[in-house]
């Protein structure tokens, strides 16, 4: 096995490493352990400085990263700078908020002192997908550390050169090696290294399929497992949207990291008063997006990441299609070198149609008509995910009725799903558990001890 980089808009091989054998997981291990016993009484000061370096350095770099990132998986480039500078944000915010977020609290009781510490638990195994090669690495990562913890990542096998990258980059501030780490394992290799003592919890950001699995393998060894897994998000229109503004945002909602983001909308379900009116003006913006080169910056969508992706995306819209899916825009593989698909959309499409039951991981819009917006809502949780929903409506009654009832782990209105350092990012239902960022990502990997003093 091996990890191989595919440059997705030539279809070139740029970069080939073998899968590390049993010994050279171990060494991974053995290092990340040693790390952690001095790490975790680094001050939370200390920890900070090394991340507001890795920061520096990680900005000084980013055309060089972004076109890395570019070549690996296919994002367009303008993509990719926003990827590396929002990871630097990132490194900096938590240097900054980590301290305040870790503090020891006094939770009064009978006792003379009481309350709580949060302390970093070991060497957590994170196993990361090729979408956002830095940003899904950094999001789980930084937080961890900060808390006092390392991380030994398996990163998606298409992607080595963003993993090397980011261990060098680590070392390179002054964290010692071992703090971040990545190895080159294949998924056969997982279990073992879940189940190694060395190992204290892991976290999957992937497929549902994946999240089964490790969660499975956490079960059997009582790791504690955090899992970020895929969704399908509603993008509800209701009747008082701004439409101008909500038709521009749902092609960038959808298109975005040329619909690879698990935080993409993916169904856009529209209430019938304002259904012809969406319609039309979505499938006229999604016609005109600019399928290209990634780093052509005129390009607006990039290629799939791979040949399997495409066709199986291809294959979700073919048999939409054959059991009476309408095509507005797209739906035909291009020919030409990469592994392009055009922006699409689709209308009436069969509820048990693969395009409305499955995740679509590429420029594909399902446009789905509601009666009313409380029949939106109810059409945005007919779904097993739960990552996150938006809603595009101008009266507050509207935006609160669909904060309360969409079943997500996060809702946006009036602005695209994002994730930010401020607030927790996580999902409910089949879309995983656990939260990253904010607070509550920083202390995910800590163990809450309670103390009581008579
Ligand atoms: P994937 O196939 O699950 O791969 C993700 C990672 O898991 C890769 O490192 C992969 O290794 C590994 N993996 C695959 N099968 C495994 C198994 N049975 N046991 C252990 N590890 C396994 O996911 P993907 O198709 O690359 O990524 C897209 C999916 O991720 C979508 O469903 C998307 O929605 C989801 N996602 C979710 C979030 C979130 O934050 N919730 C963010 C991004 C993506 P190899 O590369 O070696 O196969």
Not at 44 to 51: C, G, H, K, T
Not at 230 to 258: K, L, Y
Not at 305 to 328: C, D, M, P
Request: with cysteine.
């Amino acid at each position: 096995m091996t990890f191989t980089a595919t440059n997705p808009a030539t279809e070139e091989i740029i970069s080939e490493y073998p899968a590390l054998d049993s010994a050279g997981i171990d060494n991974a291990l053995v290092r990340a352990h040693g790390a952690f016993l001095k790490w975790r009484s680094a001050s939370v000061a200390e920890r900070a400085a090394s991340m507001t370096r890795a920061a520096e350095i990680l900005e000084s770099e980013i055309p060089v990263v972004a076109e890395l990132m570019t070549r690996e998986m296919g994002k367009t480039f303008a993509a990719a700078k926003g990827e590396a500078m929002k990871c630097a944000a990132t490194m900096r915010y938590f240097a900054e908020h980590g301290e305040s977020m870790l503090l020891s609290e006094n939770l009064p009781t009978k006792g003379s002192r009481s309350g709580l510490r949060y302390e970093p638990i070991g060497a957590i195994f994170a196993v990361m997908p090729w979408n956002f090669p830095l940003w899904q690495v950094v999001r789980m990562a930084v937080p961890t550390i900060i808390a006092g913890n390392v991380v030994v990542f398996k990163h998606a096998s298409n992607v080595p050169g963003s993993a090397l990258y980011l261990e060098d980059l680590f070392v390179r501030a002054g964290f010692a090696p071992g703090i971040l780490t990545t190895v080159f394992a294949a998924v056969e290799q997982v279990p073992a290294i879940i189940a190694d003592p060395r190992i204290v919890a892991v976290t999957l950001t992937g497929s549902e399929r994946a999240g089964r699995s490790i969660a499975a393998e956490a079960g059997k060894n009582l790791k504690k497992c955090v899992l970020e897994l895929g969704g399908s998000d509603p993008f509800v229109i209701a009747s008082s949207a701004d439409m101008e503004h909500t038709v521009a945002m749902a092609v960038t909602a959808r298109i975005q990291n040329n619909g690879q983001a698990c935080i993409a909308a993916k169904r856009f379900i529209v209430v019938h008063e304002r259904a012809d009116e969406f319609i039309e003006k979505y499938a006229a913006a999604m016609g005109a997006v600019q399928l290209g080169d990634p780093m052509d910056p005129s390009t607006e969508l990039g290629p799939l990441v791979s040949s399997a992706q495409r066709e199986l995306l291809a294959t979700q819209v073919s048999s939409s299609i054959e059991r009476g899916a309408k095509v507005l825009v797209g739906g035909v593989v291009p020919e030409r070198t990469g592994y392009y698909y055009p922006a699409t959309v689709l209308t009436d499409v069969p509820e048990d149609s693969r395009a409305s039951c499955e995740e679509l991981f590429g420029p594909v819009s399902v446009v789905l008509e509601a009666r009313d917006l409380a029949d939106a809502i109810r059409i945005g949780n007919d779904t097993p995910w739960g990552l996150g929903a938006s809603i595009w409506a101008q009266d507050d009654g509207e935006i609160d009725e669909a904060i309360a009832g969409l079943e997500v782990g996060t809702v946006f209105a009036n602005a695209m799903v994002a994730s930010m350092n401020e607030l927790p990012f996580g999902g409910t239902k089949f879309s995983g558990f656990g939260r990253e960022l904010s607070a509550l990502g920083a202390r995910e990997f800590t163990n809450v001890k309670s103390y009581f003093v008579a």
